[in-house]
């Protein structure tokens, strides 16, 4: 057997959620899959561990109901399976219904239609991406996505990295006007699988931003174009078992300890309790430490 972990996402309208989970949890626990799924009016949006031919078999089964049909999936390497064959990479299954399947905390804002999301930015495929780059040159912005701590171990080149705890708090920043500048220029969002960026790309559309573009499939596509050979540097925060993956032996390795400053991508929890960051602390610093919000005020 072999593991493998799924990202999975479509955004396409849902007349009863609750009824999609019922059959999303009965046929995960058939399969034997972990992980974590969340449904909506707008959607679903799941990753599952487990074995590639079950996992196979969910994707097919999954894309046989129509608004599923064009559903955006995506593989990674699994870290292994225990000896029931399960994912070791999670620790159970939970799948759920939520008023969002990417927490904006905005789900008025977000209009969506048989064809996804209504008013995103323009896909942008890999190739395309470094076309943009190629004809329009320091005139383009990478936005990410992601909450700042994971871009602490990989970003694209110069990425503003908005000071972000939660994807929550992006409609917050956005209002706050530091980015109005960039309103007149070519902006190009990105995530971790495409997700954060399709409702990222329609809240910026909405405010002002004329030109914006999302990376589409994120930076797990971006990354099975390129490797390590394009305009991403280091490592993916991944919210499983794994941490962190990269895409090739030759990743740089651009994180660095918050205790001593060496070079690292390991992740851990920030040491105070109240807090719920994570923070780069290499193997020989052990394994707590403040993050770097509490280290500075210290």
Not at 96 to 116: H, Q, T, Y
Not at 121 to 133: I, K, S, T
Not at 217 to 246: H, M, P
Not at 274 to 287: I, P
Request: charged letters at 30%; hydrophobic letters at 35%; one cysteine or more.
């Amino acid at each position: 057997m072999l593991a493998k972990i799924l990202l999975f996402y479509v955004f396409t309208p849902l007349a009863d959620p609750h009824a999609i989970r019922m059959w999303q949890r009965d046929l995960s626990e058939l399969l034997g899959l972990r992980g974590r799924i969340l449904i909506s009016e707008h959607g679903i949006n799941g990753t599952l561990g487990g074995d590639i031919d079950a996992l196979k078999r969910y994707v097919r089964k999954t894309k046989q109901y129509a608004p599923f049909a064009k559903i955006d999936v995506k593989w990674s390497p699994g870290t292994g399976l225990d000896d029931d064959g399960r994912s070791v990479d999670f620790p159970r299954l939970t799948v759920k219904v939520r008023d969002e399947i990417v927490s904006f905390g905005a789900p008025d804002e977000l209009r969506v239609d048989e064809n996804g999301v209504v008013g995103g930015g323009v896909h942008l495929g890999p190739g395309e991406l470094h076309r943009l780059v190629a004809e329009r040159g320091d005139e383009v912005t990478f936005f990410d996505g992601r909450n700042d701590f994971e871009a602490e171990i990989g970003r694209f080149k110069d990425a503003i990295v908005p000071a972000v705890e939660t994807t929550r708090d992006f409609v917050d920043e956005l209002d706050s006007g530091r980015y109005d500048h960039l309103k007149d220029t070519p902006v190009v969002t990105y995530c971790t699988g495409g997700i954060r960026c399709e409702v990222l790309s329609s809240l910026m559309v909405s405010r002002g931003f004329r030109e914006v573009y999302q990376l589409d499939g994120g930076i797990v596509r971006y990354g099975e174009t390129f490797g390590n050979t394009g305009l991403w540097e280091g490592s993916l925060y991944v919210f499983d078992g794994r941490e962190a993956t990269t895409f090739g032996d030759d990743a740089a390795v651009i994180g660095r300890c918050g205790s001593c400053g060496a070079p690292s991508d390991r992740m851990v929890n920030c040491a105070d309790d109240d807090c719920r960051r994570r923070t780069v602390l290499c193997d020989a610093c052990g394994e707590r430490a403040v993050c770097r919000a509490h280290a500075a005020a210290a």
